[in-house]
T-cell receptor, first 112, second 112 residues
Framework: SQQGEEDPQALSIQEGENATMNCSYK?????LQWYRQNSGRGLVHLIL?????REKHSGRLRVTLDTSKKSSSLLITASRAADTASYFC????????????FGGGTRVLVKP | DGGITQSPKYLFRKEGQNVTLSCEQN?????MYWYRQDPGQGLRLIYY???????QKGDIAEGYSVSREKKESFPLTVTSAQKNPTAFYLC???????????FGAGSRLTVL
């Protein structure tokens, strides 16, 4: 499978702490994206990082990409209860055109 | 407001019945997608369409059918041939040549 795999599957932290989750993939990618899904809702795009980029920031989000290790990480700093959600990485593989392949997600619980 | 509207939000079906899920977008996006999500899982691609009157099978197309007669609309029919149709179905769209997806709120199908 070329699917990205997130680690950990679940994460529980206190409000104000940082949350880090990782995504690994198997083949060369065009880009990698992170999405958030609140329970029972659609996904919301958070950030896209291209294969020639190593780090991107968006507000309290920091994404890194290490193509040599075929992995990416998403860091949420100073977490809030509203950050409670599932987070998915999605990759576009060079052999598959523009089709996105999603990982299984990391469920994050931020306790107040 | 621009966005994607999926209906119905909840749908119950008896075994052996076909059901059609609606997806309408007013974002003027060329590409549209249908994904299936099972509990605690990632998203799997059912069908996608990059232009009106054309669509391609995704990874799990068996038991499903689609049409793309209008740019704004991409309905999904879950047929009786789909052996395990109970799932959360998500419709998404993207601009031509891009793969950042905008998602609808989803439709939850339960087979009784």
């Amino acid at each position: 499978s070329q699917q990205g795999e997130e680690d950990p599957q679940a994460l529980s932290i206190q409000e104000g702490e940082n949350a880090t989750m990782n995504c690994s993939y198997k083949t060369s990618i065009n880009n990698l994206q992170w999405y958030r899904q609140n329970s029972g809702r659609g996904l919301v795009h958070l950030i896209l990082i291209r294969s020639n980029e190593r780090e991107k920031h968006s507000g309290r989000l920091r994404v890194t990409l290490d193509t040599s290790k075929k992995s990416s990480s998403l860091l949420i700093t100073a977490s809030r209860a509203a950050d409670t959600a599932s987070y998915f990485c999605a990759t576009t593989f060079k052999a598959a055109g523009n089709k996105l392949t999603f990982g299984g997600g990391t469920r994050v619980l931020v306790k107040p | 407001d621009g966005g994607i509207t999926q209906s119905p939000k909840y749908l119950f079906r008896k075994e052996g019945q076909n059901v059609t899920l609606s997806c309408e977008q007013n974002l003027n996006h060329d590409a549209m997608y249908w994904y299936r999500q099972d509990p605690g899982q990632g998203l799997r691609l059912i069908y996608y369409s990059q232009i009106v009157n054309d669509f391609q099978k995704g990874d799990i197309a068996e038991g499903y059918s689609v049409s793309r007669e209008k740019k704004e609309s991409f309905p999904l029919t879950v047929t009786s041939a789909q052996k395990n149709p109970t799932a959360f179905y998500l419709c998404a769209s993207s601009e031509s040549g891009a793969n950042v997806l905008t998602f609808g709120a989803g439709s939850r199908l339960t087979v009784l």
